[in-house]
């Protein structure tokens, strides 16, 4: 079986890692847009495929099947692999892991539909943000620069934040006892995420629980109709199955 892997997670990693171990072929294809990534087993390549029709002329004729398991907010991705794989007749998977909305404390989270929204929702929760939405979208926030505002991210903004601002570069997993002093060290008020899901950055939700602090959380972009979504990486080897004989 050839497979194209649309990665970048955690779970794309693991799912190369399980398909070249079974002996399948897998090109694992990275957006580069996070410095010195963590890469997977197996053959890489790294920038994009020129949209729609790049992707389609990429995937035609080379691979057996798609699984997409980039990020749960990388929908352009999704859409564009989505379009390619109908218009060459090759089937695709999305694999992507549960969101938050199932966490036992979903309940008590302030939830929105866009960065726009949460920077709204958080305003009037708090005066001490902690932002931990990704490094793409924190311009969004530019207009706080009469406050402090604790900043979260992978690499580096690509602009000049403002000088009330604390950034900080870190890669998960973060434990409870890191983000709980984070919290609280830095007197956050109110916490802004992504519904990203899994266990490597969950911690802070839980933390900022137990400190009181309220939480906004920005919904995940809705999965294409009529794509199989599957939940984990053994999900998404049966969806793959084996190259008929």
Sequence with gaps: ??????????????LAARLVERGDVVVSSLAGRVSAPALPVGEVRT?????????????DGSFDHVVDATHPFAARITG???A???????PIVRLQRPGWEV???????TWVEDIEAARVAAEGLGVRPFVTTGRQQLDAFAGWDDRYVLARVVDPPEWEVPAS??????RGPYPYAGER??????????????????????????AAHDLGVPVVVVRRPPVPEGVRVVATVDDALGAVGAKPA
């Design 47 to 59: 920038g994009g495929f020129g949209g729609v029709d790049g992707l389609a002329a990429y995937v």
């Design 181 to 206: 002093d984070l919290l609280e060290s830095r007197r956050i008020d109110v916490l802004l995420t992504k519904d990203s899901g899994g266990a490597l950055t969950e911690a802070k939700l839980t």
């Design 84 to 90: 390619a794989c109908d218009r060459v007749g090759v």
């Design 165 to 170: 601002w604390e950034v900080l570069r870190a």
């Design 1 to 14: 079986m050839r497979v194209l892997v649309l990665g970048g997670t955690g779970e794309a990693r693991d």
């Design 103 to 109: 966490h036992p404390l979903a309940g008590s989270f």
């Design 80 to 82: 564009n692999a989505v």
